[in-house]
């Protein structure tokens, strides 16, 4: 879990440091891929197109 802990005469630097800290973990990526279900034939599909993006560039 991440968290921010505010010390003395703190403002508005944590919530920027919460931010890295999220976007770090890579939590919102997580909450938006899981937004919607996704069936096991898309899930395939995703992939097999990443792998091709992937290839592609190496």
Do not use: C, H, W
Request: no cysteine; aromatic share 8%; glycine share 4%.
């Amino acid at each position: 879990m991440t968290q921010v802990l505010l010390n003395e005469n703190e403002g508005i630097e944590s919530i920027r440091r919460f931010k890295r800290q999220v976007s770090r973990a890579g939590i919102l990526a997580d909450v938006k891929k899981r937004r919607y279900f996704e069936t096991p034939q898309e899930k395939r599909k995703r992939k097999a197109v990443a792998a091709r993006r992937k290839k592609q560039f190496y």
